[in-house]
């Protein structure tokens, strides 16, 4: 990558001593460890990264905003910081993100993989709900959309239309995220009903008479 990755990585260092020293930014211990080589596995992953540093001091800048970023953010652990990477990878873009654009990424590690976002869970409650109601069984939707349908006002949210619906939901439906990234327990859905299977026996008159005919016939 040439002489303008080393200075990145000089600014980086230089960045980070000046700030410390001027207590301007309080790191966390996981902001220390990961600040540096996240950085730099970004700038590998991106191969438009140049395009952000065309100076030495647009270098310090985008250094120093993420340095504050990882500062200020909560949560940050090294398995939030892969999912973070992973997206990156997969979004196909070779510009750099901004800090923010990485630290909801982070944030979004935080909860269970394959965990519904707010449109993905609105889709579900909405198909849930057109279903007659004998064939609706709460088991089988995800445990974050059916904490949200028990939080929620369901009798308003069925009179909104789809646009206000979707509103109502995705704002109760991000609360449910947040418990779920703060380990709060959310309410479970109750297994299926026991369907009650009613056997018809064959009729015994039969056999019944078949032994009255033996006991008479000991008897003679």
């Known amino acids: 990558m040439g002489g303008l990755y080393q200075q990145v990585s000089i600014s980086t260092?230089?960045?980070?001593s000046q700030e410390l020293k001027q207590g301007r930014v309080h790191l966390s211990d996981d902001a220390k460890r990961y600040n540096n080589d996240i950085f730099k596995r970004v700038i590998a992953i991106c191969p438009a990264w140049k395009q952000a540093f065309s100076t030495k001091e647009a270098a310090q800048d985008m250094r120093r905003e993420w340095l504050i970023g990882f500062a200020d953010a909560k949560g940050i652990t090294s398995e939030t910081i892969e999912y973070a990477l992973s997206r990156l990878r997969k979004r196909g873009n070779p510009f750099m993100p901004s800090i923010g654009e990485f630290l909801a990424w982070c944030d979004e590690g935080r909860l269970p993989a394959g965990t519904k976002n707010e449109e993905k869970s609105f889709l579900e409650v909405i198909a849930y709900n057109r279903r007659p109601r004998k064939r609706r069984e709460p088991s089988e939707l995800s445990a974050e959309t059916?904490?949200?349908l028990t939080v929620i006002d369901g009798f308003y949210f069925r009179g909104l239309n789809t646009?206000?619906?979707?509103e109502y939901w995705s704002k109760h439906h991000k609360q449910t995220l947040e418990c779920m990234k703060n380990g709060q327990p959310l309410n479970i859905a109750p297994p299926p009903a026991e369907k009650i299977?009613?056997?018809?026996e064959p009729s015994r008159r039969l056999v019944g008479i078949d032994a009255i005919k033996t006991i008479k016939a000991g008897l003679r």
């Open 146 to 148: 059916y904490h949200t």
């Open 13 to 16: 260092q230089l960045t980070i």
């Open 163 to 166: 646009g206000k619906a979707e």
């Open 197 to 200: 299977e009613y056997i018809k």
